[in-house]
């Protein structure tokens, strides 16, 4: 844990912050949590376990939280997290074949991150855009009407916008 926690002290501190600025722990548990995966992009043990130690709850609580809320992740998630919807709609329309081709442009699978930390690839039930549908959403950024042939497209302007900085 001392590694973590040393190589991240900068985060570690703006998560002490924003706890010292709550009038008061208790009940604070989930805004915490939301908040250190903020800082953090997740929530690995060790930021459970002093989130635990500075809101004096039991780090069973804090991992029952965690695991119990899909917002919530245990693992590094890419910069760039693209959503596949596979609502009735979407996957009526194609999604499946949406996610696949994005498996196979990434070289991984619906629920994965690419290693060098870029992509981040996942499932949806439904992002409630069916007039758009298949929908794709990456950060946020909504695309419709989406066909396999238009992954390459999404993927390249990413790409671009990481050779630009």
């Not at 596949?84 to 070289?107: H, N, P, R, S, Y």
């Not at 929908?135 to 238009?150: E, R």
Request: charged share 25%; glycine share 8%.
């Amino acid at each position: 844990m001392c590694d973590f926690v040393s190589r991240n002290k900068n985060l570690f501190e703006e998560l002490d912050r924003f706890i010292d600025s709550l009038p008061s722990k208790k009940g604070a548990l989930i805004q915490v949590l939301h908040t250190a995966q903020g800082i953090f992009g997740y929530l690995p043990k060790e930021v459970q376990l002093y989130i635990a130690d500075k809101l004096e709850v039991s780090p069973a609580k804090v991992y029952g939280v965690v695991s119990f809320y899909s917002y919530f992740t245990t693992e590094p998630i890419g910069e760039y997290k693209i959503s596949v919807c596979l609502g009735t709609v979407c996957f009526v329309k194609g999604a499946d074949k949406i996610i696949a081709e994005f498996e196979k442009q990434l070289g991984i699978k619906a629920g994965e991150t690419t290693k060098d930390l870029k992509f981040t690839l996942e499932g949806l039930r439904c992002v409630g855009a069916c007039g758009l549908a298949p929908v794709v959403v990456v950060n946020g950024k909504v695309y419709g009407q989406v066909t396999p042939d238009k992954v390459s497209e999404i993927l390249d302007h990413y790409r671009e916008l990481e050779l630009s900085c």
